[in-house]
């Protein structure tokens, strides 16, 4: 009887450490796993970084030529309908004021 219970603490002693082998293992393959994830991810993300840096230059690129074009199409009108400036200025003000300005100082 003595061997008999020997015998089934060393089966049972060898199911604790093939469960225990079997857990460091897991560990150590989900440690690799995010760690690679996360080297990953850092990459992913300097290149997003950068792809927006280039999408915001080529953005500033296109507002400055369409403000550079708004303006000469506005200088083209104004020469081809002989506008001229008009150097007396004319400022308009509410002498009596409305629903709007009515909580408004003056």
Same mark, same amino acid.
């Given at each position: ?14 199911? $604790? !450490? ?15 796993? !995010?760690? %690679?994830?996360?080297? #990953? ?15 915001? %230059? ?15 199409? %506005? *200088? ?5 309908? *002989? !506008? ?6 004319? =400022? #308009? ?5 409305? =629903? ?5 100082? $003056?």
């Amino acid at each position: 009887m003595n061997k008999r219970v020997a015998k089934i603490s060393n089966n049972n002693n060898h199911i $604790y !450490f093939s469960l225990l082998g079997l857990a460091l293992v897991t560990l150590a393959i989900l440690y690799m796993y !995010f760690l %690679s994830a996360s080297v #990953v991810h850092v990459v992913l993300r300097k290149q997003a970084v950068t792809n927006i840096a280039n999408i915001e %230059s080529q953005i500033s690129q296109l507002e400055s030529s369409y403000i550079t074009a708004q303006h000469l199409v %506005s *200088d083209k009108i104004v020469s081809s309908k *002989d !506008f001229s400036e008009n150097s007396k200025k004319i =400022f #308009v003000s509410r002498a009596v004021p409305t =629903f709007a300005m009515s909580n408004s100082t $003056y």
